[in-house]
């Protein structure tokens, strides 16, 4: 009997303390973390930072209607609110779209006001109840439909030549508009990047600290270094910039290991990189105007989805979000940006396939205005300068948007796996529009990270974001001390 009693007791002892372990494991943010957590690496301090564009508060633009508060956020429940588009009355501003100054061979191209495809929802996360950071995981409740058909637009015609084409039919989203994702705090986002870019980086220190390691250097050393940098991508002129303070920090003896090594060669590799330079997003919405960014590069260089990836962070932070999708010459780029809003709770505008991309532009910003967004990101469209054309028309994108807002920041987004390639296209960008920022993207794809010492080198403009993978929230603000610390391991 004895015996018995004892081992039930037992046994519910240990039924019990197995539920315990169970439980509380599960509960443990901390255990989350742990199991996402990878390596050493890119640390980034901080969160994205965000600022107003310094244009905005001179020249307000017209502003239709009173606008719906800035600042956040209750969670409204799921989707949608629909808006029927309107034809667009043209207007003095709208008017202005057309670009009699530049008109080009091909005679008059109509400008035609597209009516804004019915933003699919307007979400509303909630900021307030961050912590089970699950990004990857869709809520169960589904949107409901889209309906909406546009009505008839009245082509608004351009003076010169009176050539008058009517816009093509404006798409409105008909399948039932996907369940928004959940979207991850910051923070907790940022953690999870760890490790991949110190993967891709690692030759680098590992040459340069063996080389310096040991104190005095000769030539060949010397040179050795320089080639390891030239190999990385620093491309010449910085090489040169940082074998000059190299050689003047060992010439003062105060390298004699490799910890001192490592050291003189963090503090030379930051201040190649400046990090003075101001690197904050300037998304924050102006008093009548919500911030504008326009996002432009080749295509396949990751503009559309760092144009997703940055207005989840936008949402994630409390801000409204319009995307404009500008890139109308490969149908499928509207619909790719048109999926990232659904997912991550961004209002949408896009046009018929090969409209205008200037008018595009405009009507999301116009848009933007109206429904008082704090952010409208606009998506251009890439392809390859065979120069003149394409060139020209990002152009007039920019002329034309500031028409209705200042433009706060162009971000050229850069393929850091093409190395030189992404410098030709910098330049040719740079010509036609002012960037004021770069993202480059796929350094998880490269083993080399110096292209970002090059491109700020030649455009003078700072890398302010960098795409470290294919997921929704693989995007990190750039900071150079960090950024060294993976390039050296
Ligand atoms: N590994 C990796 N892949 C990326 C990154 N950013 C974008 N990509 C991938 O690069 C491919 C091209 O990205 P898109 O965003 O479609 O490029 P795009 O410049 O908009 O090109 P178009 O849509 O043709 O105009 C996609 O398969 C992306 O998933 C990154 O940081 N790392």
Redesign the pocket.
């Known amino acids: 009997m004895a015996v018995l009693i004892v081992a039930l007791v037992v046994g519910t002892v240990l039924y019990r303390k197995r539920q315990v372990s169970l439980t509380s494991k599960a509960d443990q943010p901390e255990a989350l973390e742990e199991t996402k957590d990878r390596s050493g690496g890119y640390k980034s301090a901080g969160g994205f930072s965000f600022s107003q564009g310094a244009a905005g508060a001179t020249e307000a633009p017209p502003k239709p209607e009173p606008v719906e508060p800035r600042v956040v956020e209750k969670p409204i429940a799921p989707p949608v609110e629909q808006q029927p588009a309107e034809a667009a009355a043209p207007d003095v501003a709208e008017s202005a779209l057309v670009e009699p100054e530049v008109v080009e061979p091909e005679v008059a191209e109509p400008e035609v006001v597209e009516p804004e495809a019915a933003a699919p929802e307007v979400v509303e996360p909630d900021t307030a109840e961050p912590a089970v950071a699950q990004p990857e995981t869709v809520e169960p409740e589904v949107a409901e439909t889209a309906p909406t058909e546009a009505p008839p637009v009245e082509p608004v015609t351009e003076e010169p030549a009176g050539t008058v084409t009517p816009t093509a039919p404006v798409e409105a989203p008909s399948q039932p508009a996907p369940a928004i994702e959940e979207i991850a705090p910051t923070a907790g986002r940022l953690g999870r990047l760890r490790g991949r870019l110190a993967r891709s980086q690692n030759a680098v220190g590992k040459s340069l600290l063996g080389l310096m390691g040991g104190g005095d250097l000769d030539e060949d050393s010397w040179e050795e270094i320089e080639d390891t940098l030239i190999i990385a991508d620093l491309g010449s002129a910085v090489t040169q910039e940082v074998v000059g303070k190299l050689r003047a920090e060992i010439a003062t003896g105060s390298v004699k290991s490799e910890e001192q090594a490592r050291a003189t060669l963090k503090k030379v590799l930051v201040e190649a990189l400046h990090p003075e330079m101001d690197r904050s997003i300037r998304a924050l919405p102006h008093e009548a105007a919500p911030g504008v960014l326009l996002v432009v590069?080749?295509?396949?260089?990751?503009?559309?989805?760092?144009?997703g990836k940055l207005a989840r962070v936008l949402v994630a932070d409390g801000r409204r979000v319009l995307l404009g999708a500008a890139?109308t010459f490969?149908a499928?780029?509207a619909d790719?940006l048109q999926t990232w809003a659904e997912r991550v709770g961004a209002e949408v505008v896009r046009g018929a396939e090969g409209a205008d991309p200037a008018a595009i532009a405009f009507d999301s910003v116009s848009k933007g205005i109206e429904t008082g967004v704090d952010v409208v990101i606009v998506?251009t469209?890439?392809r390859l300068h065979t120069k003149t054309g394409l060139m020209d028309e990002l152009g007039k994108v920019k002329r034309v948007v500031e028409k209705r807002a200042p433009v706060d920041e162009v971000l050229l987004?850069l393929d850091s796996t093409i190395g030189q390639n992404g410098l030709v296209q910098a330049r040719v960008f740079a010509e036609v529009v002012d960037i004021t920022g770069v993202v480059l993207?796929?350094?998880?794809?490269t083993a080399k990270g110096g292209i970002v010492f090059q491109v700020q080198h030649e455009l003078g403009v700072p890398v302010k974001l960098?795409?470290?993978?294919?997921g929704a929230d693989?995007?990190a603000p750039f900071e150079p001390e960090a950024f060294v610390d993976a390039l050296l391991g």
């Open positions: 590069g080749v295509n396949g260089t990751g503009k559309t989805t760092s144009t890139d490969r499928a780029a790719q998506d469209a890439g987004v993207t796929k350094l998880d794809g960098v795409g470290l993978g294919e693989d995007l």
